[in-house]
T-cell receptor, first 115, second 112 residues
């Protein structure tokens, strides 16, 4: 049972354009969402997060949107740069209290930004 | 550099053997998480320790165990290894609930 789904295994965009990465979830108990970027042979790098009490969070070129009613979130990268080419993972967690924040990951989307 | 260190970087061993993977969290982080990334399963949560205590278990096999020591480093022990245990094993740490988890570079385990 995949609770976090990234339905697009890959995405290709031109440099300077917007990249939109999508993620859907099924567990309505999730209350914290994160995006990670991963290069080959490296660990995932934390990019940006959003709490379920918000619907948008922005950090530089990266913006995450959360639509709780649709159980959908997206990551917007504007403008896209060739260095953004990587696998992007969506992750979610449940605040069950007691500092337990295990992450449930999607399977990732490979973003390629073409010069 | 996330500040999380993992050793060894690569490990090749045979079926039936036992290995220990080590993780040092970022300075000040009390939580350590272990994840397994295999080709077909993506990143799967294994276990979470907070300040030396086990807090949550995920899809962790009984052949696997972990602990977190007083200096907050953690070890993941994998025993009776099978071919299917070949994967990347990541450790992550976080300072507090609600903050992002920071991942180490991973240990690539190959069981032959």
């Amino acid at each position: 049972d995949q609770q976090v789904k990234q339905n697009s295994p890959s995405l290709s965009v031109q440099e300077g354009r917007i990249s939109i990465l999508n993620c859907d979830y099924t567990n309505s108990m999730f209350d914290y969402f994160l995006w990670y970027k991963k290069y080959p042979a490296e660990g995932p790098t934390f990019l940006i997060s959003i709490s379920s009490i918000k619907d948008k969070n922005e950090d530089g070129r990266f913006t995450v949107f959360l639509n709780k009613s649709a159980k959908h979130l997206s990551l917007h990268i504007v403008p896209s740069q060739p260095g953004d080419s990587a696998v992007y993972f969506c992750a979610a967690s449940v605040n069950s209290g007691g500092s337990n924040y295990k992450l449930t990951f999607g399977k990732g989307t490979l973003l390629t930004v073409n010069p | 550099d996330s500040g999380v260190t993992q050793t060894p970087k690569h490990l090749i061993t045979a079926t039936g053997q036992r290995v220990t993977l080590r993780c040092s969290p970022r300075s000040g982080d009390l939580s350590v998480y272990w994840y397994q990334q295999s080709l077909d399963q993506g990143l799967q949560f294994l276990i979470h320790y907070y300040n030396g205590e086990e807090r949550a278990k995920g899809n962790i096999l009984e052949r696997f165990s972990a602990q977190q020591f007083p200096d907050l480093h953690s070890e993941l022990n994998l025993s009776s290894l099978e071919l299917g245990d070949s994967a990347l094993y990541f450790c992550a740490s976080s300072v507090a609930p609600g903050s992002g988890q920071y991942f180490g570079p991973g240990t690539r385990l190959l069981v032959l």
